[in-house]
């Protein structure tokens, strides 16, 4: 058997980590020694002193959803009296807020609304993209897309189709969870399966749409089910090469129905770091500092991660679980410079964007 240090040794100059090393090193390497090895690979990756950021906005259209999720605070069941549905002028409206302070990147996402046709999607992205040129429309989540596919008796790709013509250009990586059927039973029972989930994952990429990948950690996964995640999305990035990036980020439980305790910032480290080592085909890790804060998001800048994520003007979904974290573009450059490192604005493909002026300039 390797010894651990030898396992960070490979993993940190690119080597891959089969699943039972991910686990062993997940369970039992030192966790400064994890993030070394986590740095030492992204610095590899990255060598130039820069963290990307990118200005984006979460646009929550709905939040009436069949899927019925116990660890989500936002839905509301079909018909709920707090159920509610923005037309296309409120999207508009928050587009346009977003679009004047700078963003480049557009996150329309909600619950499964039976209500909503495929063609009201097709309808506000036309728009999105005639009135807002400058922004890219990364939008929707698997689940919204399998459930436009059921109520049109389509198949997923040709919803993807449909929607890749009307604007939407990328997929963002929610609704992954842990990609582990034992899991899924028990927090999101209604929601598309494993299979399904990497599946349409898949068709984007085959269509040239470009996706992140997610994992929600800590609700009631075990530390090999975390590394399943990973390998899994390991396994489709190697046939495809489809995913820009990896966000991980922890489950908060304050307001949910599947309660328990919120991970630890030593665990949030370990997460980041073994993730930068075992998933070797991913050129981007990003910090997630919504959940965890600010100054937790610096310090994962040398555990493995080279990107910030973004400023994320609006978002509902994670503050009705209970995260209350908040930053403006200057808070994000600050965070960055302060770790020794240079803000750089990117877009939604990872493009460097010089031509945008940083707050703290």
Same mark, same amino acid.
């Given at each position: 058997m390797s010894s651990l240090a030898s396992l960070l040794d490979r993993a940190a100059r690119g080597g891959r980590l089969s699943f039972d090393e991910g686990?062993?090193?997940?369970?039992?390497?030192?966790?400064?020694?994890?993030?070394?090895?986590?740095?030492?690979?992204?610095?590899?990756?990255?060598p130039a002193d820069t963290v990307t950021y990118v200005i984006d906005t979460t646009i929550d259209y709905t939040n009436v959803c069949n899927v019925h999720c116990t660890f989500c605070a936002f839905f509301r069941p079909e018909h709920h009296k707090e159920g509610r549905t923005l037309d296309h002028d409120q999207v508009i409206a928050r587009v346009k807020k977003a679009a004047d302070l700078g963003a480049t990147q557009i996150m329309i996402q909600g619950g499964v609304n039976p209500d909503l046709r495929l063609t009201w999607f097709e309808e506000l992205?036309?728009?999105?993209?005639?009135?807002?040129?400058?922004?890219?429309?990364?939008?929707?989540?698997?689940?919204?897309?399998?459930?436009?596919?059921?109520?049109?008796?389509?198949?997923?790709?040709?919803v993807l189709e449909r929607l890749k013509a009307a604007g939407l250009k990328s997929l963002p990586g929610a609704g992954a969870e842990i990609l582990v059927e034992r899991v899924r039973k028990r927090i999101s029972a209604r929601k598309v399966t494993p299979a399904e989930w990497l599946d349409v994952m898949r068709q984007a990429h085959h269509l040239g749409?470009?996706?992140?990948a997610t994992m929600m950690y800590g609700s009631i996964e075990t530390d090999e089910e975390r590394?399943?995640?990973?390998?899994?999305?390991?396994?489709?990035?190697?046939?495809?090469?489809?995913?820009?990036?990896?966000?991980?980020?922890?489950?908060v439980p304050f307001k949910t129905p599947l309660r328990g305790k919120e991970a630890t910032a030593l665990e949030y480290l370990r997460v980041?770091?073994?993730?930068?080592?075992?998933?070797?085909?991913?050129?981007?890790?990003?910090?997630?500092?919504?959940?965890? =804060?600010?100054?937790?998001?610096?310090?994962?800048?040398?555990?493995?991660?080279?990107?910030? =994520? =973004?400023?994320?003007?609006?978002?509902?979904?994670v503050r009705d679980?209970?995260?209350n974290n908040d930053a403006t573009r200057r808070d994000l450059e600050n965070v960055i410079i302060g770790a020794g490192f240079k803000p750089v604005i990117r877009d939604t493909y990872w493009n460097l964007r010089p031509d945008m002026a940083l707050a703290t300039a």
């Open positions: 686990v062993r090193i997940y369970r039992e390497a030192d966790l400064h020694e994890l993030g070394m090895a986590a740095h030492a690979r992204r610095i590899t990756l990255h992205f036309d728009r999105v993209r005639h009135e807002f040129p400058n922004v890219d429309i990364h939008s929707l989540s698997v689940s919204e897309v399998t459930g436009l596919a059921k109520i049109e008796n389509l198949t997923p790709r040709q749409m470009p996706t992140t590394i399943e995640h990973m390998h899994v999305l390991r396994e489709l990035q190697d046939q495809t090469g489809g995913f820009t990036a990896f966000i991980p980020w922890f489950y980041l770091a073994v993730s930068r080592l075992y998933l070797d085909n991913f050129a981007h890790l990003q910090a997630s500092w919504l959940t965890p =804060g600010l100054k937790m998001g610096q310090l994962a800048l040398f555990y493995g991660c080279d990107d910030m =994520g =973004g400023v994320i003007i609006e978002d509902r979904v679980a209970g995260a």
